[in-house]
């Protein structure tokens, strides 16, 4: 064993930089939204500095044995920013840019994401600097458990639990969950959650965020006195969450006219099949759009989906796709946002001068971490739900959101983001105060 440990060479991966990230970054506007929000709801000055600081921030090395027998090490952060209304909650990322700032913010947006739905977490989120595309199965699989060892300290079913988060997925979670698990020398299945339904995930949480999306278009649609079937719809990203919002929304009735990936967009002014994409898609060695035709489809940039002539409009593909330079152009008159910051600061105002309506990240993204909180439940109940029951208590809780945005909205006469970002501060800020400032 000496001898092996003296043979192996080590290898430090470069220190993480964020000097190549864009100013002002993510958390310089997290804070910025903070602050505006704050200064409307005449927040107490001791809670909004509280809420400008998350309560803990750790920074781990991740030393891995490469398959060419190597060390690598990488660098990995787990932030709690608050823990006032419960346990904190949020995904794990793998991904080259990843560094504390980003993880900071992404740790306060999970803050005010569980409060605007009303569920009992706190925001947290953590990430490896990493690029698991030149990792193999082995290497992501060493890599996971030692990130998890590292952070285990701050974990726990009643402390933190995590979930899948970019690069990150279920099996990912199975890891983490037998980590902890050999490490404790019991069964901790609740540690995280997006698990495979085996070791106790929950049914439906894969479509779940999208289902999400599609029951705040619905009920939006509602308050416009819009009919489902006499909406068009056009989404921007075919993932996890724009396919399942494009499936379920046509379930629902609506005409989805333009659906686009990485590889292009597809448009059909009398309606896409659907159903009939999803085969195309699954089939797809890397599961995308490309090359699926029918009558009637025009190949599209992603761009023209944009601006496509549709009422709805879901970007559910990246951050900053709506931006100063072509918020102007865009002509459905509600946006309802399935990516996590899809919509600049700039377009935002843009678009809230041209009175189109968008339901923010905060709120139409929720669904997964919804059925997160019900995965939670079941795990720690050890009793498990059918699919019709989690999908039921996802549509409740959705609904119940909407509205309680929608009328705080109406009543403060504010765009529903800011209402959002009001409602959640405001519900964090009631359980500081009503916890108080230990000791
Ligand atoms: P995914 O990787 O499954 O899908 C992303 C999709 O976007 C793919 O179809 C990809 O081809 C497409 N895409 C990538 N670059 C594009 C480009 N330049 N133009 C057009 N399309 C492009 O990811 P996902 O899980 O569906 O997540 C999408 C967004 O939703 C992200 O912002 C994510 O943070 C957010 N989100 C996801 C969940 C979830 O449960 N998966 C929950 C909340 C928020």
């Not at 949020?90 to 992404?106: M, S, T």
């Not at 946006?335 to 968008?358: F, H, K, M, S």
Request: with cysteine.
């Amino acid at each position: 064993m000496e001898r092996y440990i003296r043979e192996i060479s080590v290898e430090i991966c470069p220190e993480p930089s964020a000097a190549h990230l864009p100013t002002p970054d993510l958390w310089d506007t997290v804070l910025a939204q903070l602050d505006d929000v704050a200064e409307r709801l005449n927040l107490d000055p001791g809670i909004h500095i509280l809420l400008r600081r998350p309560e803990r921030e750790l920074t781990v090395s991740v030393p891995v044995i490469m398959d060419d027998g190597q060390i690598q090490v990488f660098t990995g952060y787990r932030v709690q920013h608050s823990s006032a209304r419960g346990p904190c909650k949020g995904g794990i990322r793998y991904h080259p840019d990843v560094n504390l700032r980003e993880v900071r913010a992404l740790a306060a947006l999970m803050t005010w994401k569980c409060a605007v739905v009303g569920i009992p977490y706190g925001g947290a989120k953590g990430g490896v600097q990493c690029d698991p595309s030149q990792l193999s199965e082995e290497e992501l699989c060493r890599l996971t458990r030692r990130f998890t060892a590292a952070i285990l300290p701050i974990l726990g079913p009643r402390r933190d639990i995590p979930a899948p988060d970019v690069n990150t997925n279920a099996q990912v979670m199975a890891w983490i969950a037998d980590t902890v698990s050999m490490l404790e020398g019991k069964a901790v299945m609740e540690i995280v959650t997006g698990k495979p339904i085996p070791l106790g995930g929950s049914l439906g949480r894969k479509e779940a965020t999208g289902r999400g999306v599609a029951i705040v278009t619905a009920e939006l649609l509602k308050r416009k006195r819009r009919r489902l079937a006499d909406t068009t719809v056009a989404v921007q990203g075919y993932g996890n969450v724009g396919s399942a919002a494009a499936t379920i929304l046509h379930e629902m009735g609506c005409k989805i006219v333009a659906v686009s990936d990485i590889s292009g967009g597809l448009y059909n002014p009398a309606g896409l099949d659907i159903p009939d994409i999803n085969r195309h898609v699954a089939n797809h060695p890397q599961h995308l759009l490309e090359g699926y035709g029918a009558p009637g489809v025009d190949k599209i940039t992603n761009e023209e989906l944009l601006t496509s002539k549709v009422d709805v409009l879901i970007p559910a593909a990246l951050e900053h796709q709506i931006r100063a330079d072509n918020a102007a152009d865009i002509q459905a008159r509600m946006i309802i946002e399935g990516a996590n910051g899809p919509t600049t600061r700039e377009a935002d105002e843009i678009l809230q001068d041209r009175g189109i309506i968008v339901v923010p990240d905060i709120l139409a993204n929720a669904g997964g971490v919804v059925v997160s909180y019900f995965e939670w439940v079941q795990d720690l109940q050890c009793f498990f739900w059918d699919e019709e029951e989690v999908n039921r208590n996802l549509k409740k809780v959705m609904t119940r959101a909407f509205a309680e945005v929608w009328d705080f909205s109406q009543a403060q006469g504010v765009p529903l983001r800011l209402g959002a970002y009001m409602l959640a501060v405001s519900r964090v800020a009631d359980a500081v105060r009503s916890r108080g400032i230990f000791p």
